[in-house]
C-alpha cells in the first residue's frame, strides 16, 4: 500500500535474524524520539508507528560530513531517512539503520511537551493529541486496537449478527436517569425531534428486536453516562459490547461472557507480545501481569449467588466505607474484595435482589432476585453486566408498573413479549474497563483516546 519504497519498523525487525537482509538498502521514515552522540557519530532513536518498538539510526559524520546538520534534529521532529539495515547482535538491538541521508520533514519546536524521558500519566492526560507517542500509549492503544478486533472477531466466527443501534435515542435504557440531553436548545414542541432525546447509555433495548429475528446478534459501540462519579473506572463515554442470544438463558449468557473473555486474552497476548510485555513489566509492581492472564484464560470461571458475596462480605471483619447488607447495592469495594480476596480471580455473581436491577431483568421463581449477572474481575470490579431478559408480558408490564417507568413509550419493547417471544439473554462489556484488566494502567482516563469524565473534555 503505498509505501513502495519506505519499509516499516515492523517489517525490519522480522528480518533481525535474517543474514540475507544484512547490508540491505532502506529508507524509513518516522518520528525521532532522541537524538544523541558526539562529534564523530550520532544516534537517532526513530519510531514510525508501524509497530511497538522503535528502530535506532545512526549517522556517522566522520563517514559522511554531509550528515552533519542531523545533529541538530529534536524531539519530536519528523524525518526520512535512507540508509543499510545492518544486523548488530552483539548490541543492545538486533540491527541499526546506518544513515547516508537524513532529510528534515517536519521540525519541533522547542516547546515540545514530551522532551523528557518519563512524565506522568495525569501530565500526559493534559496533553492527549501528544500522548499517542509515548511508550506506553503506544502500547495502550496497539492493544485496544487488537481488543476491539478479537471482540468483533469472536461474535463474527461464532455466527453473531453486527448492529448498530442508534446513538440517539428516545429512552433510558436503565431506567437510572443518568443521560445526557440531546437538545438544539427550542422550547418543548419545536426542539428537533419534538420530543425527548438523549445520547444512548446502552443499546440493549434497541437490539433485543434484532435478536428476536437474527437469533444472535451484537453491537460494539460508544455509549453515555451522566453519572458523577469520580472513580478510576467511570467515564462518560464510553464503548460497550452488548450481545443478545435468542433461546438463551442466563448459563448460556455466562457461557458466552467466559468464552468472550478468554477469547480476547488468549488473542491480545499473543498479537501484541512486545506490549504486554511493557504493561507487565511497567505497571504490575510483581511483573506477574501475563502469567495472571493466561492463567485465567485457561480456568474455569467461578460462580457465586448475590447471596453468598453478602454472607461473604458480612463475614470478612473488614470495614467497607459502604456498609453491607442483603439488598445492597454492591460498590466497587465490595466487588473487589470479593475476586480479590476471596475468589482470586474472575467470579460471576448471581441473582441479584430486583429491586437494585434494571426492569428488564427476568424475575426467579422467589420473587425476589431477578436472574442477573455482573462478571467480576481482580484490579476493576464489575468488568460485565448481564441478565436473562423478562419474555413474559405480564411480569414485564407488572415489573415496570412497580418501578413507576411509562409503559406507552416502550410499548415497542414490551410488544416483543406478544409476538413470537422466547427466553432470550445478553450482556454489556465495558471495552475501557476491559482494557483496564489486560493493562494494569490504573485509571479510564488512560484507556481511551479522548476521556470524558466530570467536569472534563479537552479538545
Ligand atoms: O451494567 P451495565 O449498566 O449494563 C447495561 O448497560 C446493560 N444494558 C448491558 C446489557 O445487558 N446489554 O453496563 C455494562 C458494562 C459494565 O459492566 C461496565 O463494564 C461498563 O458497561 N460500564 C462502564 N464503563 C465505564 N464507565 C462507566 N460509567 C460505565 N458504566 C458501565
Ligand atoms: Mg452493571
Redesign the pocket.
Known sequence: MIRDQYVLVKDLLSRKDDPSADGMSVRVRGWVKTNRGNAHVGFLTLSDGSCFENIQIVYNMDEHPELAPAAKISTGSSVDVTGRFILTPEARQPFEVQAEKVELLGDCDSDYPMQKKHHSLEFLREVPHLRPRTNTFNALFRVRSVLCGAIHEFFQTNGFLYITPPLITGND??GAGEVFTVTTGEGKETDFFGKKACLT??G?LHVEPFALAYDRVYTFGPTF?A?NSNTT???SE?W?V?PEIAFADLEDDMACMEAMVKYCITKVLERCPSEMAFFNQMFDPEHRLIERLTAVANSEFKVMTYSEAIELLKASGREFQYPVEWGVDLKTEHERYICEEVVQGPVFLIDYPKDIKAFYMRLNDDGKTVAAC?CLVPGVG??????QREERYENLVARMKELGIEQEPLQWYCDLRRFGSVKHA?????L??FILYLTNIGN?RDTIPYARTPRNLIF
Open positions: 435504557a436503565e447509555v446502552s440493549q453516562r453519572e473506572t467511570h467515564a464510553f460497550m452488548e455482573d464489575e468488568l460485565i453486566g448481564g441478565s445478553g450482556f454489556g462489556l465495558g475501557e474497563r479510564i
